[in-house]
């Protein structure tokens, strides 16, 4: 077993390496130091690109039979599958979120592995008549080097959701790791060490953001770089993309709405809310954070939601509550101040709006707004906690203005048994993905990605794998014909 208390290291070209600097892990749960990790320096950085570049360029990866990485990737899978108990702890402890939702992302991390493990020796071109004379194909060449760079809030499955259709397609990675929370990628990684993947092939390096996130992605060594992340840094990503016309995928951050009809399920608006908004402490970028409710049922819905906030459990994620700490004392900090703006913009406070004070860790109260008015801060800022903004609304035009008039546009959700108004909605909805009468509806088989500041370009699913290569046509003058 792990101890968690260990200084942790750094991935690079096969070795775990330490560096003169290092990191402080805090818990969540308690506001206490957990551990240390060696904080990767751009000389750290380098190495791990000069480790990928190497790796590319051998075209060990991608000059194997396909079925090699089929393997590879399998075997993966089962070394992520059997340290999933150890990991989730880890990842729970310096999370904050609860065993069970930990062992999920373990789980999920190795469901990625086995589901583009089944692609990797399907990526096929196609042949394109040209008439006589001609004979043209594509072909999909892997993309060489793929910068990652990680969030804190599902560390461990969005690392596995860039990185096992990356190394399908044929790419060497270098992976940046969150700050707040590197752990359990570090046992991750070790499991995917296990794989006797080429030398240079994974690399992972946990360092600040500004520092050595920035270095990689302005380095012309990177062909391709893939964010999840906030907007603010997704957009300086994309000036330092810009210099090297580098392609990238942006995952960024969303303000997601569902549209609530007076017909709708009301246990299936409850169970999603549950969900949608308290699940990861709302820590989500695809968060129910905007509930938009027909104003005849209104004031019924508004109660329903607070009676089931006011329920939930509240605690350490070791002992699996509905509600975890948030992962810093600046996050909740930030997570009140919206709230304190919500009120002096004039919504109302139907339940919580503040922390728990009598507690040691980050811990913000359940938090359902209600009067909130479509233009109010509460309503276009992403508050990445567990806050709910209840706005009403009258008619289903008037509801799909309000749904489609922020920046963002990650996924949206519509709850009616009518499945014309459902149809109509799903239409026009401004986002990547719609659920109709269930959040969080989908899996890693179906595309996600965001339109507007949400970002472009698509994760999971087997669009995602399209994102990992670049089309080549090859088109031949054949004689005599
Ligand atoms: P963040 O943008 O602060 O950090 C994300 C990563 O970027 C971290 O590893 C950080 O070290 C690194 N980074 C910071 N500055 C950088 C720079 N200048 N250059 C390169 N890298 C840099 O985001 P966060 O606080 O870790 O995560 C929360 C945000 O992520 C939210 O906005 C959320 O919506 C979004 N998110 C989006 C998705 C998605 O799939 N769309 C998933 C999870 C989180």
Redesign the pocket.
């Known amino acids: 077993m792990t101890n968690i208390n260990a200084h942790w290291l750094n991935y690079i070209d096969g070795e775990w390496v330490d560096s003169a600097n290092q990191l402080k892990v805090h818990q969540p749960a308690t506001g206490e130091p957990l551990a240390t990790i060696a904080q990767a320096s751009v000389v750290d950085a380098q190495r791990a690109l000069d480790a990928a570049r190497r790796c590319a360029d051998s075209n060990e990866l991608n000059r194997v039979r396909p079925a090699q990485r089929v393997t590879w990737l399998l075997q993966i899978a089962a070394e992520i599958r059997a340290v999933a108990e150890e990991g989730a702890w880890v990842l729970c402890k310096e999370n904050g979120k609860s065993l069970n939702d930990a062992r999920d992302e373990f789980t999920e991390a190795a469901r990625y592995f086995e589901y583009y493990a089944g692609m990797a020796d399907k990526i096929e071109g196609t042949s394109i008549p040209l008439g006589n004379g001609y004979m043209d194909f594509t072909q999909y060449d892997p993309m060489g080097v793929s910068a990652q ?6 560390p461990v499955s ?1 690392c596995a ?1 860039s990185l096992a259709p990356a190394l399908a397609a044929g790419n060497a990675v270098v992976i ?5 929370s590197p752990l359990g990628m570090c046992v991750l990684i070790r499991a995917i060490a296990k794989v006797g993947l080429p030398k240079g092939a994974v690399n992972l390096i946990c ?4 520092e ?3 270095y ?2 302005s380095s012309k060594q990177v062909d391709q770089i893939v ?8 957009q ?2 994309l000036h ?1 993309a810009a210099e090297n016309a580098t392609p990238s995928v942006m ?4 303000k997601s709405a569902a549209l609530v009809f007076a017909d709708a399920d009301r246990q299936q608006v409850l169970s999603s809310v549950k969900s949608g908004i308290f699940f990861n402490a709302g ?5 129910l954070s905007r509930l938009l409710v027909q104003r005849e049922i209104y004031d019924e819905i508004v109660d329903l939601v607070v009676n089931m906030a006011e329920g939930l459990s509240v605690d350490i994620g070791e002992h699996n509550p509905d509600l975890t700490p948030v ?1 810093s004392a600046g ?1 909740l900090a930030g997570i009140e101040q919206l709230c304190r703006t919500a009120v002096e913009e004039g919504a109302v406070i139907a339940t919580g709006g503040e922390s728990f004070n009598d507690r040691a860790g980050h811990f913000m109260r359940p938090t359902v707004i209600r009067d909130v008015s479509p233009q109010m801060s509460i309503a276009q800022d ?1 508050v ?1 906690g567990p806050v709910l903004a209840v706005i009403p609304f009258d008619s289903e035009e008037d509801a799909l203005a309000i749904a489609n008039g922020t920046e963002f546009g ?1 996924v949206a959700g519509v709850f009616t048994q009518d499945i014309s108004c459902a149809m109509r909605c799903t239409r026009r909805l401004k986002a990547g993905q719609v659920f109709v009468n269930e959040w969080y509806a989908g899996g890693i088989e179906t595309p ?3 339109v507007g500041l ?2 472009f370009g698509r ?1 999971k699913g087997q669009e995602a794998l399209y994102s990992y290569v670049r089309t080549k046509n090859v088109a031949i003058r054949v004689t005599g014909e």
Do not use: D, Y
């Open positions: 760079i990680v969030p804190w809030n599902f969005i959701r940046k790791s969150p700050e707040l360092g600040r953001g500004r050595v996130g920035s990689l992605v964010f999840t992340g906030s907007v603010p840094t997704g300086s990503i330092a995952e960024l951050g969303g820590q989500v970028c695809s968060a992962i996050q992403e990445f990650l996600f990605g965001g949400s970002g994760e």
